[in-house]
C-alpha cells in the first residue's frame, strides 16, 4: 500500500482542479459573480424618443458604436435585447429623429450599429444609449469619446432584472 503525502502544494492544486472540473470532471467556465449593474449615467436620457425603430444603419454610416449586454450577478450574455442609439453627428442633431434607432444584441450579447460620425455638442463627442425594456431595469449611457476623430464608440451595459 503506497503512502500519499499531502502536502500543501498538492492539495491546492488538487483542490483548485476539483473547483474547475466540477462534480463532472468536465471543465467549466469561470463566470463573474457578484457583478454589479450598470447605473443611469447623468445626461444619458437626454432627447431620448421611446420606441425608436430598429434599423440595419443610422443615415449615411462610417461611424461603429458597440457594445455588450450582461446580465447583472453572474455576468452572462443577454441574446435579442434592444438596445437605442442616438448622437449628435455630422447629418443630425440628437433631436432629431433621424439621428436615433434602435439594434438588437446577437447570441453573445453583443451589438453593433453604424451611423454618421459623431461630433462635439456641448464641447464633447459623445453618444447616448438606452436600455428600455421590461424585462430589466432601463438604463441610459452617455459615453465620452477620447477624440473627435475617433470612428468608433464602446459601451456595455449590465442589466439588473426588473
Partial sequence: MKNTLFTRRTLLATGGAALTTGASGMLVPARAQGLAPTPTMRGGANNYRPGAPIVERIGGGGFWMTGTVRRAGDGAPLPGQRIQIWAHTTEGHERDPQSHGATLT????????????????????????????DAFETVFLRPIMPSASDTSLSAHFVLQPA
Avoid: S, T, W
Fill in 106 to 133: 446577437d447570441a453573445n450579447g453583443e451589438f453593433r450599429l453604424e451611423m454618421p460620425q459623431i461630433v462635439p455638442a456641448f464641447g464633447q463627442p459623445h453618444g447616448h444609449l438606452a436600455y428600455d425594456d
